[in-house]
């Protein structure tokens, strides 16, 4: 089995602050993906990458920026911390994007708050 | 664009009660259908799928129908336990293309012992 490991747990910025969090994982997988889940507005796609080095914008990228710099890592910022952006944000990778349907595998996530 | 519809925010339960969780999807392709269950401090795993229409999934006692005609896929258990309480997440992934899921809004489930 593997793991997914998204770093910080909680990641604290003010108003207007460029704010990053990472995301490690052993699976070997092709594809990463970056979520934002509000309560009650369900799981919303930021950014995605097929392989290193690719992203793809997904609906929610506006005010966000993404990397792949290598297979195993993929990490999101924030470009300028707004206070309706307290969220929590969850990465997952799957084994590979063009077989559509496969199991996506999520870290525990990473909780915004912005002061 | 593709969407997911859970109509219910929250259901309630008590053990060994039956469990509902309503979801209806919209999409132009053959869709593969999931549930996702997050339980308290976790991330969303998969619980369920179905890629072909007509058939059902099956997995720790739930069952879920990918039923073309109607666009349903509800989440039904017989009997729940207090160790289901979690939120529960429908979600599709178009036929075609890059394996990009779209999520439902969630449904959380409470069930007191």
């Known amino acids: 089995g593997g793991i997914i490991t998204q770093t910080p747990k909680f990641l604290i910025g003010q108003e207007g602050q460029k704010l990053t969090l990472k995301c490690q994982q052993n699976?070997?997988?092709?594809?990463m993906y970056w979520y934002r889940q509000d309560s009650g507005k369900g799981l919303r796609l930021i950014y995605y990458?097929?392989?290193?080095?690719?992203?793809q914008k997904g609906d929610l990228s506006e005010g966000y920026d993404a990397s792949r710099e290598k297979k195993s890592s993929f990490s999101l910022t924030v470009t300028s911390a707004q206070k309706n952006e307290m969220a929590v944000f969850l990465c997952?990778?799957?084994?590979?994007?063009?077989?559509?349907?496969?199991?996506?595998?999520f870290g525990e996530g990473s909780r915004l708050i912005v002061v | 664009g593709d969407s997911v519809t859970q109509k219910q925010g929250q259901v309630t339960l008590s053990e060994d009660d039956f469990l509902f969780i309503n979801c209806t999807y919209s999409?132009?392709?053959?869709?593969?259908l999931f549930w996702y269950v997050q339980y308290p401090g976790q991330g969303p795993q998969l619980l369920l799928k179905?890629?072909?229409?007509?058939n059902k999934g099956i997995s720790r006692g739930f069952e879920a129908t990918y039923d073309k005609g109607t666009t349903s896929f509800h989440l039904q258990k017989a009997s729940v336990q207090e160790s289901d309480s979690a939120v529960y997440f429908c979600?599709?992934?178009?036929?075609?293309?890059?394996?990009?899921?779209?999520f439902g809004k969630g449904t959380v489930l409470l069930v007191s012992p």
């Open positions: 997952a990778s799957s084994i590979e994007a063009s077989n559509s349907g496969n199991t996506l595998y």
């Open positions: 699976f070997n997988h092709d594809t």
């Open positions: 990458s097929i392989t290193e080095n690719d992203l």
């Open positions: 999409t132009t392709t053959y869709p593969t």
């Open positions: 179905v890629t072909t229409a007509n």
């Open positions: 979600a599709l992934v178009e036929g075609s293309g890059y394996n990009k899921l779209t």
